[in-house]
């Protein structure tokens, strides 16, 4: 037995970089006009790919809406020029106009829709699939902060408002076309007319400032608080489960009560002033058709306006009410996805822990080689939790690590893949930091079955190819190896058997099997193990390791953590992760724990002739 405890490597310097600097200078929440002007350049840059297929909705948009003002118009003519003069070719004339305005109105209303739908669609999926990329690539310390539920928002409810304020993009020409179109039309009726509906632009613009900054505020928290009860559900849904028999779950249901009630309250709030608006913005321009009835009938007494010309204002009149009210739907949009795209955007900016190396700099990993650990050190929250390890498994290995829980081997695992990096000391392959290689070719490299493994909905096949093109018979060879075969043959649907959200479907001895079929597929050199066999009977458990051994063969190296004997007995090597040693203990002989207590485990090795 030998042991070994060399000293920690040296740690990163306290001072931030250059770029660190830089990243911190973009901080979306560092200050609110920034994270205004990130949110904008988003936007901007979720649209730019598509902004043709948005120019066709505008132009299609602008024509519809052009049409639409038409129809008063050719409405006044039928009535001037073919009821008030008695000409039936004249009323037939303008009929036809009228009918053709109508049809035009069709044609543009349906390019516009079919366009802005198209362009929404388009832009949802890019910014979903960019969002998730990047969230699917973030490590456990990137992601330590954030809820899942709430993350889960910003791929969904917040994409989604995105999308809405896009189809709503050629909104904005319609009505620039019906303010620059009604006005003048008014204005050729009569002056009067024209300033009783300029009177009511000074209250729109008031109306249009005071609200959606309101509005923009209670979006915000009404958007934290769907985030906060999201993550809520997904403990409840996640956790819940496993508590229920004890009791545990009571608390997760109170906390999704009380998130639920924040939502409610904030919907109430940001509601009341929806509500307001809406209910304000059109209320002068209704004002502004009755009055506009009153001195348009005085012209018409007069002799000044003829009845289609006050019919005409009043129509047109109707349209921009109608124009105010979308008006105010399109800025109540903008103001939620201003919201969405800085919730979108710092999601975007979290900075993964586990960083790729530059392109130009990225090492090539090996074939084959040692997995070496020097000096190795983990700290979470301010306490050690591995290391100092020093540890070589040679190529072609069976290593088991064991220990005390709490003593590391999970995170020696995960560091040995690149799920983490060590706060001190170097993992090497083949004599290279795997901090210098491609994520992907260490993944390549190295498979990890983690502890409890997760699986998806859908079928057994599903949850071994992940969407890799891979044949039947190669899913059957792994399943062999991991003891799992003949069990999912005989299922009523074999290896097209759902599974169900986290495979409700099998055991926990057949979810593990799964898992290590899974982790074969990829041919790994590596494979690492974190008490993948702690499910299974003593007679399963020693078939998988036999089966597991003539596929290591002496070409691959397995690196097995676990308590259980029959993978000790297996192992060329036995590692152990002892507790630490230099926390004394008290006088009952119990080690101290909390956040004053040294956690510095030593790898031991045992060797087996």
């Not at 936007?43 to 120019?55: D, E, I, N, Q, Y």
């Not at 904005?172 to 009783?196: E, H, K």
């Not at 998806?456 to 799992?484: F, K, M, P, Q, Y």
């Amino acid at each position: 037995m030998s042991t070994h405890q060399p000293e920690p490597a040296a740690g990163p310097p306290d001072g931030l970089t250059a770029e660190q600097l830089a990243d911190e200078d973009l901080d979306p929440g560092a200050l609110p006009t920034e994270r205004r002007r990130r949110a904008k350049a988003l936007l901007r840059g979720s649209v730019r790919p598509h902004r043709r297929t948005v120019a066709a909705a505008m132009i299609a948009a602008a024509i519809r809406q052009l049409a639409l003002l038409a129809v008063p118009w050719c409405v006044q003519k039928a009535l001037d020029e073919g009821l008030q003069k008695h000409d039936t070719g004249a009323l037939l004339t303008w009929a036809g106009a009228t009918a053709a305005a109508a049809l035009v109105q069709f044609a543009g209303l349906y390019g516009w829709q079919f366009w802005a739908g198209y362009a929404d669609a388009k832009v949802g999926a890019d910014l979903r699939a960019r969002l998730l990329h990047h969230l699917s690539g973030l490590d456990r310390a990137a992601l330590a902060s954030r809820g899942h539920g709430d993350l889960a928002m910003r791929a969904t409810r917040d994409t989604d408002l995105v999308r809405e304020w896009v189809h709503g993009l050629a909104v904005w020409v319609v009505l620039g076309v019906t303010f620059l179109t009604v006005l003048p039309l008014i204005a050729s009726l009569d002056l009067s007319l024209l300033l009783v509906a300029l009177g009511t632009l000074p209250f729109l613009v008031w109306v249009n400032l005071h609200f959606p900054r309101r509005f923009a505020a209670a979006s915000g928290e009404l958007a934290k608080a769907h985030g906060d009860r999201a993550d809520a559900v997904a403990d409840l849904l996640q956790v819940g489960t496993g508590l229920r028999g004890t009791g545990g779950h009571r608390p997760l249901v109170d906390r999704h009560h009380g998130a639920s009630a924040e939502v409610t309250e904030r919907t109430v709030v940001a509601a009341r002033i929806e509500a307001s608006w809406a209910a304000v913005g059109p209320f002068v321009p209704r004002l502004a058709v009755a009055a506009g009835v009153g001195f348009g009938g005085l012209a018409v007494l007069d002799g000044r306006l003829t009845v289609g010309g006050l019919t005409a204002f009043t129509s047109w009149m109707a349209i921009v009410t109608l124009a105010t009210r979308v008006l105010v739907d399109r800025l109540l949009e903008r103001g939620q996805a201003d919201v969405a795209a800085a919730r979108i955007d710092e999601a975007l900016s979290i900075r993964p822990v586990v960083a790729e190396p530059p392109a130009d700099r990225a090492a090539a990993l090996p074939a084959h080689g040692e997995l070496v650990f020097t000096g190795v050190t983990a700290v979470r929250d301010g306490r050690t939790v591995l290391g100092p390890v020093d540890l070589t498994v040679r190529h072609g290995e069976f290593v088991a690590v064991s220990g005390a829980t709490g003593s590391g081997k999970s995170t020696l695992l995960r560091l040995a893949v690149r799920l983490d990096d060590p706060d001190a000391g170097t993992v090497t392959y083949g004599g290279t930091d795997l901090r210098e290689a491609r994520l992907d070719q260490v993944r390549e490299r190295v498979a990890y079955v983690a502890q409890r493994p997760v699986l998806l909905s859908g079928t057994v096949a599903d949850n071994l190819r992940l969407g890799r093109d891979i044949g039947l018979e190669a899913l059957h060879e792994v399943c062999r190896t991991a003891g799992l075969h003949e069990q999912l043959a005989a299922m009523p649907d074999g290896y097209d058997t759902e599974l169900g959200e986290g495979g409700t479907a099998l055991s926990g001895g057949q979810v593990q099997r799964l898992a290590i079929a899974r982790a074969l597929l990829g041919e790994p050199a590596v494979l690492l193990l974190d008490d993948a066999t702690s499910a299974l009977d003593t007679t399963t458990e020693r078939l998988v390791l036999d089966r597991l051994r003539s596929w290591a063969g002496a070409d691959r190296t397995v690196l097995f953590t676990t308590h259980r004997s029959a993978v000790l007995d297996t192992a060329d090597r036995v590692v152990t992760l002892e507790s630490p040693r230099d926390a004394a203990p008290d006088d009952s002989g119990a080690t101290p724990e909390g956040p004053d207590a040294v956690t510095v485990p030593e790898a031991v090795e045992v060797a087996r002739g």
